[in-house]
């Protein structure tokens, strides 16, 4: 399984009081708190509190595990901070989500307009997936059943073509597709969730490989081989893609190219 990968300095902006329960006044700055953030490999996110130290910032907390929707709505990159950590946390364990006001909806009618909207796009956000997900699972059980299976395929179709209220944070939820599909030997609806994926997150060295690995159970080895350097050059210190790599260029050279899957192939699916 892929490794954590630190993603730099990342800042919270919290309100006048430590809990950002209190409003901001007109002329009044908001606080700010900094995180070491790391992504995660099943889609989440690792946040670690910075705290002022003897030599500038450091660790000052106990790591703690973010979902995607408050990573992606609330959290943001400080590239002015070229920081990093001297010790990783336990991935293994991790301590809740760091409590804010944001997080209780009691507290909502306290909060700033513009945290109000984080709120609203972050639960919008968690229910298009939650819809989905149970869409999804509805289909996957229709799979088993002959009389539903030909019902069940469309379906698992347009679940990959949906587009309203998708936003980058859903590829989770689209790459969990395309393993289960695979994993159904269904490498053609593997391929829709894997495309939608790198749709939402084109810088993405695993979606690029996800891609591949598609590409080449349908033996489309040259663009397996194409999706796979472009993971390589995003991350070149990730061991399997050359040895992925090899093995397409080994079966290109066997059996030469397919036509393009990503286009008429896919037009029946549909």
């Given at each position: 399984?892929?490794?954590?990968?630190?993603?730099?300095?990342?800042?919270?902006?919290?309100?006048?009081?430590?809990?950002?329960?209190?409003?901001?006044?007109?002329?009044?700055?908001?606080?700010?708190?900094?995180?070491?953030?790391?992504?995660?490999?099943?889609?989440?996110?690792?946040?670690?509190?910075?705290?002022?130290?003897k030599r500038g910032l450091i660790a000052a907390g106990n790591a703690f595990r973010l979902g995607a929707a408050s990573f992606k709505g609330e959290y943001?990159?400080?590239?002015?901070?070229?920081?990093?950590?001297?010790?990783?946390?336990?991935?293994?364990?991790?301590?809740?989500?760091?409590?804010?006001?944001?997080?209780?909806?009691?507290?909502?009618?306290?909060?700033?307009?513009?945290?109000?909207?984080?709120?609203?796009?972050?639960?919008?956000?968690?229910?298009?997936?939650?819809?989905?997900?149970?869409?999804?699972?509805?289909?996957?059980?229709?799979?088993?059943?002959?009389?539903?299976?030909?019902?069940?395929?469309?379906?698992?179709?347009?679940?990959?073509?949906?587009?309203?209220?998708?936003?980058?944070?859903?590829?989770?939820?689209?790459?969990?597709?395309?393993?289960?599909?695979?994993?159904?030997?269904?490498?053609?609806l593997a391929l829709l969730y894997s495309q939608r994926v790198l749709d939402l997150a084109p810088k993405d060295d695993h979606a690029h490989f996800n891609?591949?690995?598609?590409?080449?159970?349908?033996?489309?080895?040259?663009?397996?081989?194409?999706?796979?350097?472009?993971?390589?050059?995003?991350?070149?210190?990730?061991?399997?893609y050359p040895r992925l790599l090899a093995h397409i260029e080994r079966q290109r050279l066997e059996h030469g190219a397919r036509p393009s899957l990503l286009?008429?192939?896919?037009?029946?699916?549909?």
């Amino acid at each position: 399984m892929r490794q954590p990968k630190f993603l730099g300095v990342y800042s919270l902006r919290l309100g006048p009081g430590e809990d950002n329960s209190s409003p901001v006044l007109p002329g009044q700055r908001k606080a700010k708190a900094l995180f070491f953030i790391w992504e995660l490999p099943d889609g989440f996110y690792a946040a670690q509190p910075l705290g002022e130290g003897k030599r500038g910032l450091i660790a000052a907390g106990n790591a703690f595990r973010l979902g995607a929707a408050s990573f992606k709505g609330e959290y943001r990159l400080e590239s002015s901070f070229l920081l990093s950590p001297t010790q990783t946390p336990d991935f293994n364990n991790l301590a809740e989500e760091w409590p804010t006001a944001r997080q209780s909806p009691s507290k909502a009618c306290e909060l700033n307009p513009d945290t109000l909207r984080l709120v609203e796009h972050a639960r919008r956000e968690r229910q298009v997936e939650n819809e989905l997900r149970n869409n999804f699972r509805k289909a996957l059980r229709g799979l088993s059943r002959p009389r539903e299976r030909k019902g069940a395929l469309a379906a698992l179709a347009q679940i990959a073509a949906s587009s309203d209220g998708i936003v980058p944070a859903h590829k989770h939820a689209f790459r969990d597709f395309g393993v289960e599909m695979r994993k159904q030997s269904l490498p053609e609806l593997a391929l829709l969730y894997s495309q939608r994926v790198l749709d939402l997150a084109p810088k993405d060295d695993h979606a690029h490989f996800n891609l591949a690995r598609i590409l080449c159970m349908l033996e489309a080895w040259d663009e397996a081989s194409a999706h796979l350097k472009l993971a390589m050059s995003m991350d070149a210190n990730e061991p399997l893609y050359p040895r992925l790599l090899a093995h397409i260029e080994r079966q290109r050279l066997e059996h030469g190219a397919r036509p393009s899957l990503l286009a008429k192939d896919l037009e029946s699916l549909a």
